[in-house]
Each structure stands twice: as structure tokens, then as C-alpha cells.
């Protein structure tokens, strides 16, 4: 289904949005838009399936509008992909790497 709505940039994406892969199949709904705040950069989308959380990069996306978002790449390609890792699990390794690099500081 073509969407002949204007594009809109990746701030303006909503939560519940219909994603898209380019063959035209549905792979399910955004959940979170991926950015680095800071430096202003779209990172990606992490897609709600059936089949649980994908990552999709960046040059991934195709076209955004209020409705749907159009992938490059197609559904079978997105499902196919690994769930990505969770923001806690990072900001844990992260804790973990810091206290270890403290532990090594005061023990030297």
C-alpha cells in the first residue's frame, strides 16, 4: 500500500506507527525512535512484531509519514534479524565496567 502522505522528520515519529518492509508486508509497530540527542543523528527504530522487538538501522528506513514507515529492506529481513539488546542490560555492563575500573584503581 503506497502512502502519498508528506514525509515528516524522525522527531515528529510516533509510538504505534505502522511499519513497513519494501515488499509492501506489514512487520508490525514502531516502539521506540533510536537518536543521539546531542550530535542531532537519527540512529533507528525499534519495531514492535510478532515475533518480539528488531532493531532497524537508520539507512533502513525509507520514508517516514504519519502513518507508516516505509523500509528499504524487506519484512523477511527485519524479522530474520536478532532482537536488540535492552537499555538496562547496557547500562548495566556499563555500571559493571565502571566499578571494576574503580576496584583496579583503589587496589593499586
Not at 500500500?1 to 515519529?13: K, V, W
Not at 512484531?49 to 517516514?64: L, S, Y
Not at 516505509?70 to 536478532?82: G, I, N, P, Y
Request: charged share 35%; aromatic share 4%.
Amino acid at each position: 500500500m503506497d502512502d502519498d502522505s508528506p514525509a515528516i522528520s524522525y522527531l515528529a515519529l510516533r509510538r504505534g506507527t505502522r511499519v513497513q518492509g519494501s515488499d509492501g508486508v506489514e512487520v508490525g509497530r514502531v516502539r521506540r525512535v533510536q537518536n543521539n540527542a546531542r550530535e542531532h543523528i537519527f540512529d533507528g527504530i525499534v519495531v514492535e512484531t510478532k515475533q518480539g522487538r528488531r532493531f532497524v538501522d537508520a539507512p533502513e528506513v525509507g520514508r517516514i509519514t504519519e502513518q507508516v514507515v516505509t523500509l528499504t529492506v524487506s519484512a523477511s529481513e527485519v524479522l530474520d534479524a536478532a532482537p536488540p539488546r535492552s537499555r538496562m542490560l547496557e547500562r548495566f555492563d556499563q555500571m559493571t565496567i565502571v566499578r571494576r575500573a574503580k576496584r583496579e584503581l583503589r587496589n593499586r
